[in-house]
């Protein structure tokens, strides 16, 4: 009787993850791919883990400095636009009135729609996963 020696169960390393993933950006209105992209790190990312914990240092002391009392929601929404603002490794295919659109800080304020299909795109892992449908 031969034997398999192959470990049972489910093999994680079909899920390695890449550090980067592309996220096509789709109008907000159709849901068609507009032809524009950003590239970004994930929420697994040394990048995403450090900028969260630069941002949880902030609401702590926040919290310190003012007796107990959260952080406003203006000033969290802040932090975590500046999250993942760091995340981005590069935008293409933006332009507005025909000047390209580089900087995401920018982006993401003149255009909220943007800003949510980045953070959705970072938040799903399914992006990140080596040879995953998704990428």
């Not at 993933?21 to 032809?35: M, N």
């Not at 790190?41 to 003012?66: L, P, V, W």
């Not at 929404?77 to 590069?90: P, Q």
Request: proline residues 6%; aromatic residues 8%; charged residues 30%.
């Amino acid at each position: 009787m031969a034997t398999d020696d192959k470990p049972k169960g489910f093999d994680l390393a079909t899920l390695e993850q890449d550090d980067t993933a592309v996220i096509q950006l789709v109008h907000p209105s159709t849901g068609d791919e507009i032809g524009a992209s950003v590239t970004v790190y994930g929420q697994d990312s040394d990048i995403f883990r450090a900028e969260t914990r630069k941002a949880e240092a902030k609401y702590t002391e926040y919290s310190r400095r003012n007796r107990g009392k959260f952080m406003p929601p203006e000033m969290r929404e802040e932090l975590d636009k500046t999250k993942v603002v760091a995340c981005v490794k590069s935008i293409d295919g933006l332009a507005y009135k025909g000047k390209p659109m580089t900087d995401p800080a920018e982006v993401f304020t003149a255009f909220p729609w943007i800003h949510e299909q980045v953070v959705a795109g970072i938040m799903d892992r399914a992006n990140f996963i080596k040879g995953s449908p998704l990428k």
